[in-house]
């Protein structure tokens, strides 16, 4: 689990989009799941984006649809055309109900997504991205809607499935001591530069402070 960590207006969420060709790559090259982003076609991209699970801070969930339904949504690309119109098979259920129960919700399957919490909302999210069987797992600022003590159960979560399925979780953080409790490794972002890299165990507060130095002159937008 890798934590992006940096004020805002560092650029973490430009560097989040660019890994999935949403955002432009003006030099140099973006390398993805052995995808070389710089130069895929629309085509190219659509299966890149396939295989990567991607978790947001406003969860991007359906609210009047069940949290099943929402998590079966993560199936749609490989579905085909008779279960994009609704008909999900049964072992696409059984699968969307073990990631539920995974994350500690399974008791809310039938539930409407708009009435659970910020925090099982966001476990929602997180069980619709591993229904498309990642590569690799982006989460971008994923607990800057939560209180800490969601967003600590909520980036444990994360490390869980980095460390036990072995998929890699990119996670943008605006927190330190979130980043520091809940990563493996720490690269840090500063003006559109890339200031820190390395082992969370091989860095402290002091080394990441310089990452804030100036943040009250930051952009609201994070570019």
Do not use: C, W
Not at 65 to 81: F, I, Q, R
Not at 124 to 138: E, S, Y
Not at 145 to 172: F, H
Not at 188 to 217: C, Q
């Amino acid at each position: 689990m890798v934590a992006l960590l940096g004020a805002s207006g560092s650029g973490k969420s430009t560097l989040m989009r660019s890994l999935t060709g949403f955002a432009p790559i003006s030099a140099g090259t973006v390398r993805v799941a052995g995808h070389d982003v710089t130069n895929l076609g629309r085509g190219e991209l659509r299966t890149l984006r396939s295989g990567v699970g991607q978790v947001f801070q406003q969860f991007n969930l359906i609210p009047r649809l069940s949290v099943m339904t929402n998590v079966l949504t993560g199936a749609l690309h490989g579905a085909g055309p008779i279960n994009l119109a609704g008909g999900f098979t049964g072992a696409h259920r059984r699968r969307a109900l073990e990631l539920l129960d995974r994350v500690g919700i399974a008791h809310k399957a039938s539930a409407p997504a708009r009435s659970l919490s910020g925090g099982q909302q966001q476990r929602v999210a997180i069980a619709r991205a591993l229904m498309q069987q990642p590569t690799v797992i982006l989460a971008d600022e994923p607990v800057a809607s939560l209180d800490p003590r969601l967003a600590g159960s909520v980036l444990d979560l994360l490390r869980e499935i980095a460390t036990q399925d072995g998929i890699p979780v990119l996670v943008s953080l605006h927190v330190l001591p979130l980043a520091l409790a809940h990563s493996d490794r720490i690269v840090g972002l500063r003006h559109g530069e890339m200031l820190v890299s390395g082992a969370t165990s091989g860095l402290d507060a002091a080394a990441l402070e310089a990452l804030y130095d100036d943040e009250e002159h930051g952009d609201d937008d994070d570019h």
